[in-house]
């Protein structure tokens, strides 16, 4: 085990040139990064996880119901044992020779069975306060984090200067501020690497895991090598367009429509903006060429630069998303529903309910919303990544 450890934590690998771990020992004089430090993530992790449900139950309910935020779900199925067996061991989707079997074994038309197959599939969807009260909650973490980020980011010299996130590199002292704002970053996506399997689930639930795994990669590799500084950079960045998108959904889901449209466009250019512009022009070109000329080649430079730009290939797909879904908007005065839904994977919409957020359907709508929509523009980011 100590020969595997010592192979995996190869100083060669994760280090530049002449540093070593022993230069990143914590000091009488000074404090620096250590990996055990990482360890406070999991029980902080439950305790963040906690806090949340206790938040969305005595906080985001009650003001959910005080904007009459719908509590029900919708509407059910009637009760039909024949059906309900079909649904749950055979198939949620019968085909056309199983419909037309089932309405002869029932004596119900194919429409109706159609119908009772669908309100079925509903059934399983989140109510609009379970998907209100987890925005709110995302919303409040978004707002905080960001907020406390911002605030000593600006009293630092590589907030302006990218160049000084190397400058006297390994010789950086953790300041109390870095190491709280990234145990508490760490903490809360791990905690929504558990809670994302009973969240609601969205159509971008892979591209979500894969976001997650890489954030907390990143976020780990760059503690332990003391690579801080262009850390906190990236996650205050990252964090600023997620506040604007949750206040989007939350104003959706109390069917506040001009603010909730005002809101998306606001999160539309927000995020442009920080993930096509300000993150490949600061965050990128400080990692791909100002830490290259600081401190030279070494190979975790490069397991950092790729995992950032898989980030940024994640980011360009989302932009394409939410661009198609404000040209629409703008241009033709309606959107088609989109793959970004807010809408979890599983479900379906009344025929005669035509609704903005139902994933990869045909539907469009002229401005009005329908039971959980909001004029079409939402549907292209509502279910954005958090970074």
Avoid at 68 to 92: H, R, S
Avoid at 180 to 199: G, H, N, P, R, T
Avoid at 291 to 315: D, R, S, T
Avoid at 345 to 371: F, I, L, M, Q
């Amino acid at each position: 085990m100590a020969g595997i450890l010592a192979w995996f934590w190869n100083e060669r690998f994760w280090l530049p040139h002449n540093v070593t771990w022993a230069d990143l020992q914590s000091t009488e004089e000074a404090a620096f990064p250590q990996a055990e430090d990482l360890y406070l993530a999991f029980p902080l992790a439950f305790c963040i996880f906690m806090i949340r449900l206790l938040f969305e139950r005595f906080i985001a309910k009650p003001c959910a119901l005080g904007l009459k935020v719908q509590a029900n779900g919708p509407q059910k199925a009637q009760p039909n044992a024949i059906l309900e067996k079909v649904f749950t061991a055979i198939t949620k989707h019968p085909d056309e020779k199983r419909l037309e079997g089932l309405s002869k074994q029932l004596d119900w038309d194919v429409r109706s069975i159609q119908r009772w197959f669908r309100q079925r599939r509903n059934q399983e969807k989140p109510s609009t306060l379970r998907k209100f009260c987890e925005s709110m909650w995302r919303f409040t973490f978004y707002l905080y984090i960001f907020t406390y980020g911002v605030r000593f980011l600006k009293k630092t010299p590589w907030l302006w200067n990218t160049r000084q996130c190397w400058s006297g590199y390994p010789y950086q002292p953790l300041m109390p501020d870095i190491h709280y704002y990234y145990i508490v970053e760490l903490s809360f996506y791990w905690s929504l690497m558990f809670s994302q399997f009973i969240d609601v689930k969205r159509k971008d639930f892979g591209i979500m895991f894969t976001h997650h795994i890489v954030t907390i990669i990143l976020i780990t590799c760059s503690y332990i090598t003391n690579l801080t500084r262009v850390g906190t950079l990236t996650l205050c960045l990252h964090d600023a367009a997620d506040i604007v998108l949750e206040a989007a959904k939350m104003a959706n889901y109390c069917k506040f429509q001009k603010l909730s449209d005002l809101l998306f466009l606001t999160f539309a250019v927000v995020f442009i903006v920080s993930r096509l512009g300000i993150y490949p022009l600061w965050i990128l070109n400080t990692t791909l060429f100002e830490l290259y000329e600081a401190l030279g080649n070494f190979p975790a430079l490069w397991i950092l630069n790729v995992l950032l730009m898989v980030l940024q290939i994640l980011h360009c797909f989302w932009s394409y998303l939410i661009i198609k879904a404000a040209y629409r908007a703008i241009s033709k005065g309606k959107v088609a529903k989109d793959a970004r839904s807010d809408v979890e994977s599983s479900s379906d919409e009344e025929e005669t309910v035509p609704r903005s957020k139902a994933p990869h359907s045909t539907v469009t709508t002229n401005g009005t919303s329908g039971a959980n929509g909001t004029n079409g523009y939402l549907t292209a980011a509502t279910s954005s990544e958090e970074h």
